[in-house]
């Protein structure tokens, strides 16, 4: 074989293996991100944000190649855990240290209050509904409780869920007729029905992990949960049936969230607060909002 027939069979060997499925790799750098590195997510452009770049009360913007820009710097006292984008694309922040959930006007860039409430303990993680409604945990990480908020608009904050454990990661079913919930120190994944309006009932316990602790969740198009198993450095994935399905181990070993973005929605980014960088890996199946 010549020289150039060995450099290529090695560059298609190289391209074939960082192609293989549930593969991690390095996204960005070590050690760019506060330790607490979370929130990751995409907006309709494609583009990646992730909270707590270079310290806490940031946001990051993350390209392409890994590199990291200042995309916004929170107002002092607030420290965002997680990201979703509302129709008009606005970022909407849970903002623990602050007791709140913040908004990020799209065009401007202005941080303003979105939603507080005095009963919030520390809003944690966020999903939203296709009409705008918000899902919030709220967990009691000294006491071991939590809560589970829902959000109708600016100001409108209603307790759907008391007396939980720590509430953290949430998600909704690709139908958007399931709300999972988990509970991070009781290593339990909770379901719940939702109605047209937006109000829970009929729990169910979905999955109970035997040791490491659960942070955010996402699911893919298929219905499929995957979990991150902080302390394991893994990305459980649950089949809608609540079984275990695979785990993916990535390099780190505090998996705090994940999201789904890329070309053809199947790239999973997930977020390490050990590593306080950006890993990803390729998923058989995109997430659930590139139906």
Not at 77 to 93: R, T, W, Y
Not at 107 to 134: E, M, W, Y
Not at 181 to 204: A, L, P, Y
Not at 243 to 256: A, I, N, P
């Amino acid at each position: 074989m010549t020289r150039w027939g060995a450099l290529l069979v090695l560059f298609l060997s190289i391209g074939y293996v960082w192609a293989q499925p549930y593969q991690p790799r390095d996204l960005t750098a070590e050690n760019i991100f506060s330790n607490n590195i979370e929130g990751p997510n995409v907006d309709k452009a494609g583009n990646l944000y992730v909270v707590n770049f270079q310290r806490d009360g940031t946001i990051g913007l993350v390209k392409p190649n890994g590199e990291v820009e200042l995309f916004v710097t929170l107002p002092e006292g607030s420290v965002a855990n997680a990201i979703m984008f509302d129709k008009k694309g606005n970022m909407l922040l849970a903002d623990w240290q602050g007791h709140n959930v913040l908004k990020v006007d799209a065009r401007t860039k202005a941080v303003s209050v979105f939603v507080h409430n005095d009963q919030f303990n520390q809003p944690n993680d966020l999903c939203i509904r296709k009409s705008g409604k918000l899902f919030a945990s709220d967990p009691n990480w000294k006491e071991n409780t939590g809560k589970l908020w829902r959000i109708d608009g600016p100001g409108k904050a209603t307790l759907l869920a008391d007396n939980m454990g720590t509430t953290n990661g949430i998600e909704l079913s690709p139908d958007e007729t399931r709300l999972y919930v988990n509970e991070s120190v009781q290593r339990t994944v909770w379901v719940f029905d939702v109605d047209r309006k937006g109000n829970i009932s009929n729990k169910k316990l979905f999955h109970k992990f035997e040791d490491f602790g659960l942070d955010g969740m996402k699911c893919d198009k298929q219905g499929n949960l995957y979990v991150t198993r902080h302390g394991k450095g893994t990305i459980a994935i649950l089949s809608p049936k609540g079984d275990l399905l695979r785990e993916v181990q990535m390099k780190g070993k505090l998996t705090s969230n994940l999201t789904f973005g890329g070309p053809d929605g199947k790239t999973c980014f997930v977020t390490l607060q050990d590593r306080k960088c950006v890993e990803v890996f390729e998923s058989e199946v995109a997430g659930k909002k590139f139906q």
